[in-house]
């Protein structure tokens, strides 16, 4: 009886080890749960062609990844919108409502398209160590990554954007020297995003002795007649346009109308999608605007998202003929700067979903060269980015283009801004900024020593 007890002993021991056993197996198979981002999308109101273009490309390029690829690291991304018309308000709450993940899902970063909601939300990210990326505007002097460390305004900041506007028109002008007397006009978006070029175009005309008049243009932009009655008295040799939305091809039926030629009207990086163009009709023929990412299905990646996603019948876009178009390919942009954050952090924490402050450390460390940019599929759609601890930018460089009446042809190479001299601009700025919230820099030498 006493042997029977033991043997039953055992028998119960042996079959639990193998219960453990096989629950151990199970967990170490489990699959790693997903990376999640929150999206504080707007796909309704005045800046719905942005905002539909870019979330669309967005979320069809984090689709490529996990169904071509099955994820990152067989980490699988998942997604969840959050509507904010464009209102800051709105963006906020949208803000609160997803930064805490999703079903056991860390967020990755925040990506808001919204110069206004980027502002309302920077320190909010901050305390909770998640990354907000502010690809192609935001705060300029989120640049310096020792006071701004979880802000990266990827690619291109405003001040840079102007600068290579102004290097262009040296260029046209047949040097820099000879923009002594020129007179620009800035024709902005009355939004913290429209105002944030001012102080620099006016450093810029002191440097290089040419006329700079700033007029603005109320949100959204539909009323600007007394706008174009000044720009036609002033007689400006260019007009520097730094609109959003319904206001740009608003901009251009006015230019026409005064008679003001569309190829003196330079548009910046938000002023230069088929959105802004095509409704302007004739009036848009000539029109030039700058670009980080030009249009096209015909790059590789691009090619990849039609044949996995779209032709599969899982393309974001309600609208088709959008795909390729330049806010698509700006949201495609970006979705391979963040997964390629999500990527780079993985190689240093492990194969697994991670925290906002370990994708924050993987933004920092992106660097795309040539060869990452044809692994990438991505040649001649991204140009070649390294970030550091210091610098959340990372590129500062525009191509520019033009449209013909029925699309944009590239008319140049690559034209770099000047960062040497911005960037005592922007590390005053910051300065500024850290000493108004008694924030001690960060020590970028002592950061990458440690390593």
Avoid at 29 to 50: I, M
Avoid at 77 to 105: I, P
Avoid at 367 to 389: N, P, Y
Wanted: aromatic share 10%; proline share 5%; charged share 20%.
């Amino acid at each position: 009886m006493k042997n029977r007890f033991h043997r039953l002993l055992h028998l119960t021991a042996l079959a639990a080890a193998v219960g453990l056993a096989s629950v151990g197996a199970q967990a170490q198979t489990k699959a790693p749960s997903e990376q999640y981002f929150p999206l504080q999308s707007y796909r309704v109101g005045p800046y719905a062609a942005g905002g539909t273009g870019f979330f669309g490309g967005f979320i069809d390029y984090l689709q490529l990844v996990n169904q071509r690829d099955g994820g990152v690291g067989g980490v699988k991304f998942s997604w969840s919108e959050c509507e904010t018309e464009y209102v800051v308000e709105k963006g906020v709450e949208c803000y609160e409502r997803l930064k805490k993940g999703l079903n056991g899902a860390p967020a990755a970063a925040t990506n808001p398209l919204s110069v206004g909601i980027a502002y309302a939300t920077l320190e909010r990210s901050t305390a909770d160590k998640l990354p907000l990326i502010t690809i192609n505007h935001g705060r300029t002097d989120s640049t310096d990554g020792r006071v701004f460390p979880y802000v990266f305004p990827l690619q291109l900041n405003p001040y840079s954007e102007v600068s290579a506007i102004v290097n262009y028109i040296g260029q046209q002008s047949g040097g820099l020297d000879q923009l002594k007397g020129k007179k620009i006009v800035t024709l902005y978006h009355g939004s913290p995003y429209g105002k944030e070029t001012i102080p620099v175009l006016d450093i810029l005309a002191r440097k290089y002795g040419f006329q700079v008049q700033h007029v603005e243009v109320p949100h959204p932009g539909n009323e600007q007649q007394s706008q174009w009655l000044t720009i036609r008295k002033e007689k400006p040799d260019w007009v520097i346009l730094r609109g959003w939305g319904v206001m740009n091809p608003v901009a251009l039926k006015n230019a026409q109308k005064v008679g003001f030629p569309a190829n003196k009207v330079i548009g910046n990086i938000w002023s230069n999608s088929e959105d802004d163009a095509a409704p302007a009709g004739d009036a848009a023929k000539g029109y030039i605007s700058i670009t980080t990412h030009p249009s096209g299905t015909e790059f590789p990646v691009l090619k990849d998202i039609r044949k996995h996603v779209v032709d599969a019948g899982k393309g974001n876009l309600a609208d088709p003929k959008r795909f390729g178009n330049v806010y698509y390919n700006l949201g495609v942009v970006n979705g391979i700067l963040n997964v390629e954050a999500v990527r780079v952090a993985q190689a240093k924490f492990g194969k697994r979903a991670l925290s906002g402050e370990e994708v924050r450390w993987g933004f920092e460390n992106i660097h795309i060269d040539d060869a990452r940019l044809k692994q990438l599929g991505a040649s001649g759609l991204l140009q070649k980015l390294k970030l550091s601890c210091a610098d959340h930018e990372g590129g500062g460089a525009v191509r520019f283009q033009q449209w013909d009446g029925k699309g944009w042809k590239l008319i140049s190479d690559w034209v770099q801004a000047d960062r040497a001299l911005l960037r005592p601009i922007i590390e005053e700025s910051s300065a500024k900024y850290a000493k108004e919230k008694g924030i001690t820099p960060r020590d970028c030498a002592k950061e990458l020593a440690a390593r």
